[in-house]
């Protein structure tokens, strides 16, 4: 009987025809399917996290075999399990006695290490496929990059739209005559809207119980809660709730992208980036169809542009930044930050209102939208000059849709600034203001938002000139910054050392 070829399926490639498999015959491969511990706890992940992936992939599995595959599945639970994916290879490997392993490249550098190994420990020949479910190579992204001191993300973009054709006339021109409608998708939160559009939430069906069982037991200790879980777990699911979002949250999506309200976690996002992540949709099919909705007159140009700039714009964009900065970019840190990440971010339990509704959410549904993980979180931990390295590990443990390549250049680049300005042209910095305008958070919270020093003072206005005033060195010359620091030093001296005694005594405060 001829040796089959052994085809690793990885928890992110939950496509039926990822690249593994566009040559790959059903009856002469095995696919493999590894729930292993190390995945699950190399970073302390959401249990709700934990049990979407893994529920996702035994669906994926029983949709496999549907189509005809052999799957071998193996569970975290397993006695034998080995926890690692060398260890569960090698075990398939002597059941299976394969003449070839073919697998699609990994998300990320440790497993992608892993995976170049293989080779070598098996005595195998292994192929490693190029990830075609981005629209941008790696060769096509060093390439771009190669004559770029700064690589800023609008740029990329055009070339991706002009790549794809999406929102693009015949004489290669953007639609509405720009490229980008960002500056009309910044209206404040509407007052409470009775017809606020809500996402699908899937009861969990009989494996999906299993896995949350499982998860409840085995990963008691992680952050997150799973009282709430309502995600999709398979294609025909994912694909519901990307109906829900065409339908009846897109059209108003781009002029609310940026707002934020109180015990509304999902406001007019998609929800869909942790099925896009995975594998479960189809981005390039996605975006098709928000062009041909705005193609229809079903929704404006600033909502279809805002929504395809993010996939094929700032998704592309970042996993191309992952890979041509290398498996160090996770470690700058070029505003020497040092404070350690307060006990709140695993718990909410802080009395700044904005922090405890990004945060508590992010516990109770592994989600919060692009604003709150920028400007409330990320930018908390901007001013307060917390260790990157510690921001970025949180929100990779609690987000649904956090991998490494999309979390770290999100994380260390835009919201950080620790890559020194590779990713982004200016800190995201802000006081108490910004978060005024485009939320109704400072009307619920204890702290006064319109004060800078005193007991009732909003702590982000003190952290914000404190950051300011910390950083002059290496930020003075950002030509974006020069209003924000004529300004702090227009202020009396005597203003400035109690706007920093604020921000210092707030500081101790945490610990």
């Not at 550098?109 to 496929?129: D, K, N, S, Y």
């Not at 995600?231 to 707002?259: I, K, N, S």
């Not at 400035?496 to 610990?511: C, H, M, T, V």
């Amino acid at each position: 009987m001829k040796r089959p070829i052994l085809i690793p399926i990885l928890g992110d490639q939950l496509t039926p025809d990822i690249s593994s498999l566009a040559e790959a015959d059903p009856g002469d491969s095995v696919l493999l399917m590894m729930e292993v511990a190390d995945e699950t706890t190399y970073v302390r992940h959401h249990k709700a996290k934990i049990a979407y992936i893994l529920s996702a992939m035994r669906h994926h599995a029983e949709r496999m075999r549907a189509l005809g595959w052999t799957v071998d599945y193996v569970r975290v639970d397993d006695p034998a399990n080995s926890g690692s994916f060398t260890g569960e290879t090698a075990r398939a490997i002597d059941r299976h006695q394969p003449r070839a392993i073919h697998v699609t490249e990994a998300g990320e550098w440790r497993v992608r290490a892993m995976l170049e190994e293989w080779e070598g420990r098996f005595a195998l020949p292994v192929t490693i496929h190029e990830d075609d479910r981005f629209l941008c190579f790696h060769a096509e992204f060093d390439s771009w990059a190669a004559a770029r001191k700064q690589l800023r993300m609008e740029f990329f973009y055009r070339d991706m739209r002009r790549k794809t054709g999406l929102l693009v006339d015949e004489e290669g021109q953007p639609e509405g005559g720009q490229w980008n409608f960002d500056a009309e998708n910044r209206k404040p939160p509407p007052q409470r809207d009775l017809l606020m559009p809500r996402p699908l939430a899937f009861k969990p069906d009989a494996i999906t119980r299993e896995v949350i069982a499982l998860v409840a037991e085995r990963f008691a200790n992680h952050i997150g809660s799973l009282d709430h879980f309502a995600f999709a777990v398979t294609h025909e699911d994912a694909q519901r709730q990307q109906a829900r979002f065409l339908d009846e949250a897109l059209p108003r999506f781009g002029d609310y992208q940026d707002a934020m309200l109180t015990g509304e976690p999902f406001l007019w996002h998609s929800i869909l980036s942790p099925y896009i992540n995975n594998g479960l949709l189809d981005p390039l099919a996605l975006v098709k169809e928000v062009e041909q909705r705005y193609q229809a007159g079903k929704v404006p140009l600033n909502a279809a542009e805002g929504f395809i700039r993010q996939i094929i714009g700032w998704r592309e964009y970042v996993r191309g930044v992952y890979w041509h900065e290398g498996p160090d970019y996770g470690s700058r840190n070029a505003l020497e930050a040092r404070r350690d990440l307060p006990g709140f971010y695993w718990t909410g339990d802080t009395d700044m209102h904005c922090m405890a509704q990004a945060i508590g959410q992010t516990i109770d549904h592994a989600y919060a939208h692009h604003i709150q993980r920028l400007m409330i979180t990320g930018n908390f931990a901007l001013l307060a000059g917390i260790e990157p390295i510690q921001v970025h590990v949180w929100y990779l443990e609690v987000y649904a849709d956090a991998y490494e390549w999309v979390e770290i250049p999100n994380t260390l680049g835009m919201a950080l600034f620790a890559d020194g300005g590779l990713l982004g042209s200016k800190p995201y910095a802000a006081g108490g203001a910004y978060i005024n305008r485009m939320s109704d958070y400072c009307r619920h919270c204890r702290y006064d938002v319109k004060q800078r020093v005193g007991q009732d003072a909003c702590p982000f206005n003190a952290l914000y000139w404190d950051f300011l005033a910390r950083n002059e060195r290496k930020l003075r010359q950002n030509p974006r910054l020069g209003m924000p620091y004529r300004n702090w030093e227009k202020m009396t001296e005597e203003d400035r050392a109690a706007i920093r005694d604020q921000a210092a005594r707030f500081l101790k405060s945490l610990g």
